[in-house]
């Protein structure tokens, strides 16, 4: 109000100013002067609005009559003519000031509907560019807030029930208003100015939205509040429709990993169940035979046995380790004599194959879970012998030292491509390359790395053609067990 108060003062000054000038310092003749007045009150007009230019014309019409047409110096007109000239004057003057005012209206209507367009197709990417490190409907809200310029955003969404909120003022007390949108699809006002609608996935709500504006603006144009809708609805369920993919995902990835643990125990336990039923196949087909080849068949099926239930463990405890946390039972080791152990009980796998065990002359003492670390060394040696050639050597590297010990086990196969090594550690992944050379699950790197973090530890890899050497470092002095 104060502002228009003193538009109007400034306006009647500039009356007052064009008859100063055209009746003492620049004489001019009345149908000049009467342009002057016309010319001042578009001015106004454009400027300000209709209010002021009106308010202009009147004071010059007023002004022309007293200063400029004869009688001068009287609100009196003594020639008819003038009367015309005065009248004519009045309404060009209005109509004109309409006119302009008009056009400027219409003017910053096309500005304020080209800005909400540019804030609709920023908050349409936005959207697109949402990314997964917290809820999708927080970030919804936030980018909404932020793009718009809102006070404060409510969303609350049906399926889950929960209410996100942004922008920096407190936005208390809609709750029930807002549940009450996301089941009816409302659109209304709250007495505290703040819009409030229901968001619609074609005819069907799904959640309630409350915006309230910056600063003294209390509207919304309802093209623009209906496209924010929409919006919200398309960003809520694209949401959904990710949610609903990464479920897909894993139900197919579960299966995959069903579908491979069968494979990989099929094949490890079919050589030791051939073994032992060779044995005993032997014994019931000759019982006669000497007590001394009787008790080395017994010997066999006995310690195959033992590796089958080794192979039935791991089995168990790979499936447990891809489906549930890490529980690590710390007790002091050494660490070459657990790779030793490792070697011993893969005996049948290493067949002929020579596997050198080399130590430091540090101590290898370590803080591990025995028989996870065992599990973990068993992963990295078995997919060395799967992937060198039969008559090559693998070399195990035990060495102790201040900051750990390392365990590096090393091959002499082709080696793993440069652009294959930074994935070799996903779950069942295999390299496209190494896929028909031997048969396996993609589980076994990936568990023994889960192993390893579990302990504080770190694996990796260091592979070029014809040497691939994975170093699992263990910390010496870490108590501390991961769950």
Same mark, same amino acid.
């Given at each position: 109000m104060g502002q228009r108060i003193l538009r109007l003062l400034l306006a009647l000054a500039g009356v007052g100013l064009v008859t100063f000038i055209g009746f003492n310092l620049v004489p001019v003749n009345p149908t000049t002067i009467g342009f002057v007045y016309l010319l001042l009150v578009l001015v106004v007009a454009t400027s300000w609005g209709?209010?002021?230019?009106?308010?202009?014309?009147?004071?010059?019409?007023? %002004?022309?009559?007293? @200063?400029? &047409?004869?009688?001068?110096?009287?609100?009196t007109i003594a020639d008819p003519e003038n009367w015309v000239a005065l009248f004519s004057f009045l309404t060009t003057s209005l109509i004109a000031s309409r006119l302009s005012a008009e056009a400027k209206r219409r003017a910053l209507d096309a500005v304020q509907r080209q800005q909400d367009l540019e804030r609709l197709y920023t908050f349409s990417r936005a959207i697109l560019l949402i990314d997964g490190k917290?809820?999708?409907?927080?970030?919804?809200?936030?980018?909404?807030a932020e793009i718009f310029e809102m006070s404060s955003v409510v969303l609350y969404e049906r399926r889950t029930e929960e209410f996100y /909120?942004?922008?920096?003022?407190?936005?208390? !007390?809609?709750?029930?208003?807002?549940?009450?949108?996301?089941?009816? !699809?409302?659109?209304?006002?709250?007495?505290?100015?703040?819009?409030?609608?229901?968001?619609?996935?074609?005819a069907q709500p799904i959640a309630g939205l409350a915006l309230q504006l910056a600063g003294v603006e209390t509207q919304m144009p309802d093209a623009v509040l209906q496209g924010i809708a929409n919006l919200v609805a398309i960003g809520l369920e694209?949401?959904?429709?990710?949610? &609903? %993919?990464?479920?897909?995902?894993?139900?197919?990835?579960?299966?995959?990993? /069903?579908?491979?643990? *069968?494979?990989?125990?099929? $094949?490890?336990?079919?050589?030791? &169940?051939? %073994?032992?039923?060779?044995?005993?196949?032997? *014994?019931?087909?000759?019982?006669?035979?000497?007590?001394?080849?009787r008790l080395g068949l017994l010997k066999i099926a006995d310690?195959?046995?033992? $590796?089958?239930?080794?192979?039935?463990?791991?089995?168990?405890?790979?499936?447990?380790?891809?489906?549930?946390?890490?529980?690590?039972?710390?007790?002091?080791?050494?660490?070459?004599?657990?790779?030793?152990?490792? +070697?011993?009980?893969?005996?049948?796998?290493?067949?002929?194959?020579?596997?050198?065990?080399?130590?430091?002359?540090?101590? %290898?003492? +370590?803080?591990?879970?025995?028989?996870?670390?065992?599990?973990?060394?068993?992963?990295?040696?078995d997919n060395a012998l799967k992937y060198s050639p039969?008559? @090559?050597?693998?070399?195990?590297?035990?060495? !102790?030292?201040?900051?750990?010990?390392? +365990?590096?086990?090393?091959?002499?196969?082709?080696?793993?491509?440069?652009?294959?090594?930074?994935?070799?550690?996903?779950?069942?992944?295999?390299s496209p390359s190494a896929q028909n050379q031997t048969t396996? @699950?993609? *589980?076994?790197?990936?568990?023994?790395?889960?192993?390893?973090?579990? $302990?504080?530890g770190e694996l990796t890899v260091n592979s070029q053609p014809g040497e691939t050497t994975f170093c699992m470092t263990l910390p010496t002095n870490d108590t501390r067990g991961r769950t």
């Amino acid at each position: 109000m104060g502002q228009r108060i003193l538009r109007l003062l400034l306006a009647l000054a500039g009356v007052g100013l064009v008859t100063f000038i055209g009746f003492n310092l620049v004489p001019v003749n009345p149908t000049t002067i009467g342009f002057v007045y016309l010319l001042l009150v578009l001015v106004v007009a454009t400027s300000w609005g209709f209010l002021e230019a009106a308010v202009t014309s009147v004071a010059a019409t007023l %002004t022309f009559n007293f @200063s400029f &047409l004869p009688p001068v110096g009287q609100f009196t007109i003594a020639d008819p003519e003038n009367w015309v000239a005065l009248f004519s004057f009045l309404t060009t003057s209005l109509i004109a000031s309409r006119l302009s005012a008009e056009a400027k209206r219409r003017a910053l209507d096309a500005v304020q509907r080209q800005q909400d367009l540019e804030r609709l197709y920023t908050f349409s990417r936005a959207i697109l560019l949402i990314d997964g490190k917290e809820p999708f409907p927080k970030q919804l809200v936030q980018k909404l807030a932020e793009i718009f310029e809102m006070s404060s955003v409510v969303l609350y969404e049906r399926r889950t029930e929960e209410f996100y /909120r942004a922008g920096p003022l407190e936005s208390d !007390g809609l709750d029930d208003q807002l549940r009450d949108a996301a089941l009816h !699809g409302t659109s209304f006002t709250d007495a505290r100015q703040r819009l409030i609608t229901g968001v619609r996935l074609g005819a069907q709500p799904i959640a309630g939205l409350a915006l309230q504006l910056a600063g003294v603006e209390t509207q919304m144009p309802d093209a623009v509040l209906q496209g924010i809708a929409n919006l919200v609805a398309i960003g809520l369920e694209r949401a959904r429709a990710q949610d &609903l %993919t990464s479920q897909i995902e894993v139900a197919r990835k579960s299966e995959q990993l /069903r579908a491979s643990l *069968l494979d990989a125990m099929a $094949h490890e336990f079919k050589t030791p &169940l051939t %073994t032992v039923m060779a044995a005993t196949t032997a *014994l019931l087909a000759n019982p006669d035979q000497p007590a001394e080849a009787r008790l080395g068949l017994l010997k066999i099926a006995d310690e195959e046995t033992k $590796h089958l239930d080794e192979l039935i463990t791991d089995a168990v405890e790979i499936g447990r380790l891809d489906t549930a946390s890490i529980q690590v039972e710390m007790e002091p080791a050494g660490a070459e004599e657990i790779v030793r152990e490792v +070697v011993s009980s893969m005996r049948n796998q290493i067949d002929d194959r020579e596997v050198v065990v080399i130590c430091g002359g540090s101590p %290898t003492a +370590v803080c591990v879970d025995r028989r996870l670390i065992r599990l973990a060394i068993k992963q990295v040696l078995d997919n060395a012998l799967k992937y060198s050639p039969a008559g @090559s050597a693998v070399t195990i590297t035990v060495r !102790g030292g201040d900051a750990g010990v390392a +365990v590096a086990i090393t091959d002499h196969g082709k080696g793993i491509p440069a652009g294959e090594q930074s994935r070799i550690f996903e779950r069942l992944y295999r390299s496209p390359s190494a896929q028909n050379q031997t048969t396996g @699950s993609g *589980l076994g790197l990936n568990i023994a790395q889960n192993i390893v973090r579990a $302990h504080h530890g770190e694996l990796t890899v260091n592979s070029q053609p014809g040497e691939t050497t994975f170093c699992m470092t263990l910390p010496t002095n870490d108590t501390r067990g991961r769950t």
